[in-house]
């Protein structure tokens, strides 16, 4: 592949910068691309751009937006096996995975332009009718993280410009590729200053949640750097969509068909390498069923093709890059310091690329890191418990409260223990499937506000209520 040198999207124009950052393919260290690294004054130009383009966007009729949102699923449809070539080089998921984020994205934005925003009307009061609609926001600043670049984009695009709103979007600066490609080819399908696409360093993310031309941000990411984003947000008072981490707990009942679920629970946790936000990051497995479902996980593990995600058969790719590496890698190494044993890998990969095998940990202490962190990578504990009170207390015991899964034959149990777990998302004999039908949102430290669902289009506009006088 040449190297892939997309251009920012300001204004409907290309933009490049004086410097470029280098974007390395994961699986082999190269450098396979650059992005602009953006500037302050860049910035202040995209957000001039949503600034002017935002009335007629939100004067333009809501059909016509609508169609613009399938206008864009069909240009990402038609392109699909150019982006699905970038995202793998640039993010490391197979070819297969990324083909499949990228047609998830067509249909997401697709399934988004469907909705109908309400408008409620109240003749309670006595003398007025008062009826409230949704109305745009403004300018909205979108900031995405590295493990589904085109899919969280197209979460935040999809709902943010169907509502009104004008867009300033940042990948992240390990995976721009893909979503500059895509906002290049989605010029000639939106009016100018509709979506600017901007790339640049670590600085660039501040000077967007502290921009006074902003007036929404919808941030994907860590909750670290969530708590900043707040903190810098509050400059203008910014509406704040965030989507953060979390630490979701899987729980297996005792009855369980094992070989029915042993596999699905692998990719529960293993799915992109572990870096998604609603892995299932720690299992916990009823003593009756333990030693069964461990013997089974491991057999899947090692059944699984590691490698270069371009390469056919590969299910599992490399960490994306070497800093969350170097991290994974770093709560292995403190898991075999720690004497716990390994159900599965445990070891460093030797050659080129950030891979780290699948490893699965064999009932480590509770307070171990291995447990209580969020890995985002193919790390996860197994965790025997003997009285189910005790595991939920433990998958509630956590600072995040992002999502879970419950495992079981039987599902009244199993609905009665998803609803005493204290997070935004549960599934049942399932996991990690979100849909465009139902709202997503983290409890506690794992985020705030909505994504998805009507709850998360409502998310990018205010209410207004227009009260008017009528005979009693
Ligand atoms: P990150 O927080 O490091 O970065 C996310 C984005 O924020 C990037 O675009 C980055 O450049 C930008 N950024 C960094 N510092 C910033 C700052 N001070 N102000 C504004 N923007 C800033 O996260 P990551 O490492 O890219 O992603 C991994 C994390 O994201 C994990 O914790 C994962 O659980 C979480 N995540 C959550 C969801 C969800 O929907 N809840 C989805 C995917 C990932």
């Known amino acids: 592949m040449d190297m892939i040198r997309p251009s920012m999207t300001i204004d409907g124009a290309a933009t490049t910068a004086a410097t470029l950052i280098d974007v390395v393919n994961p699986a082999t260290e190269a450098v396979i ?63 297969g995975d990324a083909l499949g984020e990228i ?16 408008v409620t009307i109240s003749d309670v009061m006595p003398g007025q009718r008062s009826t409230t609609r949704h109305v745009p926001l403004g300018v909205v600043g979108a900031i995405v993280p ?37 906002a290049e080819l989605l010029r000639g399908v939106l009016p100018p200053g509709v979506l600017n696409v901007i790339t640049g360093g670590d600085a660039l993310g501040p000077w967007m949640t502290g921009h006074a031309g902003i007036d929404k941000i919808s941030f994907t990411g860590s909750t670290a ?69 461990s013997a089974a996980l491991a057999r899947v593990a090692g059944e699984v093709a590691m490698g270069n995600g371009a390469d056919a058969g590969v299910a599992l790719g490399p960490v994306q890059n070497r800093a969350q590496f170097e991290r994974v890698k770093a709560l292995v190494a403190d898991s075999r310091a720690q004497g716990h044993r390994f159900l599965s890998g445990g070891g460093d990969w030797e050659g080129k690329g950030f891979f780290v095998p699948a490893t699965i940990v064999d009932n480590p202490p509770e307070q171990s890191r291995v447990v209580q962190e969020e890995a985002f990578g193919p790390v996860v504990p197994l965790l025997r418990f003997d009285d189910l009170d005790d595991a939920i207390a433990r998958a509630n015991a956590s600072e995040f409260g992002l999502a879970g899964s419950v495992w079981s034959s039987d599902p009244d149990r ?32 794992s985020g705030l506000g909505v994504e998805n669902g009507l709850d998360g289009l409502l998310e990018f506009t205010s209410p207004q209520t227009i009260h008017t006088a009528r005979a009693a």
């Open 414 to 445: 199993a609905a009665a223990v998803a609803a005493r777990l204290e997070t935004g998302t549960v599934w049942i004999n399932s996991a990690q499937n979100l849909t465009p039908y139902a709202a997503f949102a983290g409890q506690k430290q």
């Open 103 to 118: 047609q998830a994205a067509a249909w997401w934005i697709g399934e988004v332009a469907k909705n109908e925003l309400p």
């Open 146 to 182: 590295w493990n589904f670049p085109v899919l969280l984009a197209i979460w935040k695009i999809g709902p943010a410009l169907l509502t009104g709103n004008t867009l300033v979007l940042k990948p992240s600066p390990f995976t721009p590729l893909a979503t500059l490609r895509l």
């Open 225 to 293: 750097t969530g708590r900043r984003v707040m903190a810098s947000a509050a400059a203008n008072l910014k509406r704040l969509t965030l989507e953060l981490g979390g630490n979701d707990a899987a729980i297996v009942l005792d009855d369980v068909d094992v070989d029915a679920i042993a596999e699905l629970l692998f990719w529960a946790a293993f799915k992109n390498s572990g870096q998604v936000c609603v892995a299932a990051k720690r299992i916990y497995v009823d003593a009756k069923v333990y030693a069964p479902l």
């Open 33 to 95: 691309g650059q992005a602009p690294d953006g500037t302050a004054e860049q910035l202040d130009e995209a957000v001039a751009a949503a600034r002017a383009a935002f009335p007629g966007w939100r004067d333009t009729p809501y059909a016509e937006r609508q169609a613009a949102l399938g206008r864009i699923a069909a240009v990402i449809l038609a392109n699909a096996d150019e982006l699905q070539q970038i995202l793998t080089a640039e993010q490391g998921k197979p070819l």
